[in-house]
């Protein structure tokens, strides 16, 4: 009787055991593998039958589209043009050329986080919206809607791109910012027309296009250094050297502030916009990647820009 006991106990959790492992290999299966463009990306299962995956009939540049099923049916049975109702996300690539125009200015709802080496180099962005989607017919449920719709965002921002790296080993993560400041550095960089001089109180104002090399501005719009508004109120002291843009005329219309030899202040940069009769402040900090802050040739933002002034300077 013992044994009989003993052999039920154990069949039943070999069965158990049975019933767990398929649980797990049917929740891995559950996962939605999209493919497209050459590129491979899970969506959970949780999240799989919330969405709606399209890789067809969409913008030359654009790859893959997800958007909340549930807004796009809402915005249909409204009546209205359900077109972007319930966007979530667009993954896009473009080419080095088309990546620098658009590191000048209009990144905005635009990250990119990927490099693509085809022979040519391409970069895949990520696009998202930077207004709401959220469409429903009737908001009885609205709380578990909304806390449904919040849900799908941070999971489309935060683990999305991460998600695309992982699967597709001929990607290099690549991240470049969509600041102003990193807007005027890319103008300096890629635009030749761009109006702009350097100037501090030690040397004369200088024109950068006196100087062949473009190693420093390089320096400065790497994918290794990144910038970040920052409290307005952060105090800063010292000689700095002048990075201005010329608009409409006006030389001084935007310009940025370096700070090389201020003792703690290297890496601070303030931009000062006119505006009517006023001047405008904000203050970016740079953040190099990689880089230890005891190694003898660290870099900062400030001993970037002091050292191009200088090799402008000695090369007149």
């Not at 013992?2 to 158990?16: D, I, P, R, Y």
């Not at 050459?38 to 799989?48: C, D, H, M």
């Not at 915005?75 to 080095?96: C, N, P, T, Y």
Request: proline fraction near 2%.
């Amino acid at each position: 009787m013992k044994t009989g006991m003993m052999n039920k106990m154990m069949l039943g959790v070999a069965l158990a055991a049975a019933v767990t492992a398929l649980f797990s290999v049917n929740a891995m299966a559950d996962e939605m593998k999209v493919e497209a463009g050459g590129l491979t990306f899970e969506i959970p299962a949780e999240y799989k039958d919330l969405v709606t995956v399209e890789t067809e009939g969409l913008n030359d540049d654009t790859l893959i589209s997800v958007s909340e099923t549930a807004s796009i049916e809402a915005a249909k049975a409204l009546g209205q043009d359900h077109e972007g109702a319930g966007w979530l996300f667009d993954i896009s690539k473009v080419s080095e050329d088309e990546l620098e125009q658009l590191r000048c200015g209009g990144m905005e709802g635009m990250e990119v986080f990927a490099k693509w080496d085809e022979g040519d180099d391409y970069y895949l962005i990520y696009n998202h919206p930077t207004d709401v989607r959220f469409v429903r017919e009737q908001y009885e449920n609205i709380d578990e809607d909304e806390k449904e719709w919040q849900m799908l965002n941070e999971w489309a921002f935060n683990d999305v791109r991460d998600s695309i790296l992982k699967n597709n080993s001929i990607l290099e993560p690549k991240t470049y910012g969509n600041t102003e400041l990193d807007y005027y550095l890319a103008r300096a960089a890629f635009q030749k027309d761009t109006k702009f001089e350097i100037r501090s109180l030690d040397l004369e104002t200088l024109d950068p296009k006196t100087l062949q090399e473009d190693d420093f501005i390089e320096d400065l719009t790497d994918s290794d250094v990144s910038y970040e508004m920052v409290n307005e109120d952060v105090a800063i002291d010292g000689e700095y050297i002048v990075m201005a843009f010329e608009e409409n005329g006006d030389k001084d219309a935007v310009r940025f502030d370096f700070f090389p030899l201020s003792k703690g202040n290297e890496n601070y940069i303030r931009e000062v916009r006119k505006v009517g009769d006023e001047e405008v402040t904000t203050i970016y900090k740079a953040t190099f990647k990689d880089q230890d802050d005891d190694d003898d040739d660290v870099k900062t933002a400030g001993g970037i820009m002091l050292a191009w002034a200088e090799a402008i300077a000695n090369a007149k």
